[in-house]
């Protein structure tokens, strides 16, 4: 019985559950892009300073371990309500993950191989192209898939803040006791996480 | 007329950190072509004074130039492609074939295709590997020593005048060993090239070296010819390397 009246329920709403996907696709996407080219600029910039390393990762993990709601909260005074502040939270969050993985995956190369490259007359940056990418990039591809999951999973929040998404579903059916909102909501919030890991870790394997 | 490759003048080396100098006021020349090895126990400073050559380690004192010119006043990456260097731990990538790894300088220098190839053609034949058999290879399905052969072929890319050598052959089995001092010295005599052969193992230090510099704690204790060592010891330590290497052999003379 329940199961036939959850299928009604996405029959006789299937835009405003696309809608809510796609839009939550899209917060996801816009964060991922942003977030992979502050990572890549902030990496290259740690990768000449060990100093300039350490207080990004530090400063960072200082953020990550703020609760997603508290940070979403924060925001609000100075940015107000809405998709570009849950989109900045969450281009916050993922830096955590992506430096880290960025970071120790280049320099995580065996110190024999960067000593060689050194002594043949490699300069950094063609140590960092042509010797420490190559050679880390799994570990690089676990940063990104990590990072996606996450902001998938915090996005879901980001919806408290009005910016739409899965989550809207979600505290929508909260707000109103409506069980198949809630239901809905949550399968396609789980699903897209678990089926974009599954995806990325299969790419994760052949490369 | 011998050119002089190599001088250090009154060149010393602190570690940040350390109470002492890893290589303290250390004065010496080298002429081009020499096979010069450097013998000493770990800690010695003997692989500290090769890296400060290619300045992978600056000096805390002293100058040291090459062929006349003050390595300070020459840019660091130019001044390391004029040299080989060979470590060890090999260091070979392991996403590049065989080929790619002995391509990698020249490549840097955008030779032209047809030239890289003959070039790693050339080296390969050198270092003893059929071409054909190794060029698609990938360094984790060769042998220590080919690994090895490989790390020279490397370094010798671009026919640089120096070679450093830091224990090339430290972690190789006996044979194989034997086999790639044959290979360096029959390569170092038709190359004429300045070759800097650090080394702990007294036996490979005579072996190799035209001369040999015995090191002790940061200085030197002798620069000679290992026959002149061998007949006058300058010092107390070198004395005993060559008691303890003599000791060596009469316990092999025991087993027969």
Redesign the interface.
């Known amino acids: 019985m329940g199961g036939v009246r959850l299928i009604e329920y996405a029959m006789n709403y299937p835009d405003k559950l696309g809608k809510a996907l796609l839009e939550h696709l899209e917060i996801v996407v816009i964060t991922l892009i942003i977030s992979l080219l502050l990572a890549s600029i902030l990496t290259l910039l740690a990768m000449y300073s060990k100093v300039l390393s350490k207080i990004l990762i530090h400063v960072f993990s200082v953020i990550y371990s703020v609760p997603s709601l508290a940070l979403f909260a924060i925001m609000i005074p100075v940015m107000g309500l809405g998709k570009v502040t849950a989109i900045t939270v969450l281009i916050v969050y993922s830096q955590y993950i992506l430096l880290r993985n960025f970071i120790a995956g280049l320099n995580g190369i065996e110190p024999a191989i960067i000593e060689a490259a050194t002594g043949m007359g490699m300069n950094n940056m063609q140590i960092l192209f042509q010797v420490r990418l190559p050679l880390s990039k799994k570990v690089l591809f676990t940063g990104v898939r990590l990072a996606m999951v996450s902001t998938i999973g915090t996005a879901t929040i980001a919806a408290s803040i009005n910016a739409g998404g899965l989550g809207t579903i979600l505290f929508d059916g909260l707000r109103t006791m409506n069980v198949y909102k809630i239901i809905w909501g949550s399968i396609l919030a789980a699903g897209l996480a678990i089926g974009v890991n599954a995806i990325l870790s299969k790419i994760e394997q052949i490369i | 007329m011998t050119h002089t490759a190599i001088e250090f003048s009154n060149v010393s080396k602190k570690f940040n950190n350390a109470g002492y100098n890893a290589v303290d006021h250390v004065s010496l020349t080298i002429e081009e072509g020499e096979f010069i090895t450097i013998l000493g126990s770990s800690g010695c400073g003997k692989t500290t004074l090769l890296k400060m050559i ?1 300045r ?1 380690y600056e000096p805390s004192g002293g100058t040291i130039t090459l062929f006349g010119e003050d390595i300070i006043s020459v840019d660091v ?5 004029r ?3 060979v ?1 060890q ?7 590049m074939t065989i080929a790619e790894n002995v391509a ?2 020249p490549k ?1 220098l955008k030779w032209s295709k047809e030239k890289i190839d003959a070039r790693v053609e050339e080296l390969l034949y050198l270092v003893g590997l059929e071409p054909k058999e190794f060029n698609k290879r990938y360094p984790s399905e060769l042998s220590g020593g080919q690994q090895q052969r490989i ?1 020279l072929a ?2 010798l890319a671009i026919d640089p005048k120096i070679m ?1 050598l830091d224990e090339p052959f430290g972690a190789i089995d006996a044979i194989s060993r034997m086999n790639l001092q044959e290979e360096l010295l029959r390569i170092h005599g038709g190359l004429k090239k300045t070759f800097l052969f650090v080394t702990h193992d007294i036996n490979e230090a005579f072996k190799l070296g035209t001369r040999v510099i015995i090191m002790n704690q940061g200085k030197i204790c002798q620069f000679d010819t290992p026959r002149n060592i061998v007949k006058n010891p300058a010092d107390d330590f070198t004395s005993s390397l060559i008691t303890a290497s003599r000791n060596q052999e009469r316990f092999w003379e025991g087993l027969d």
């Open positions: 290619n992978l990456v130019k001044l390391r492609r040299i080989g260097y470590i731990q090999v260091g070979l990538f392991p996403h990698t300088v840097l790390g490397r370094a450093l």
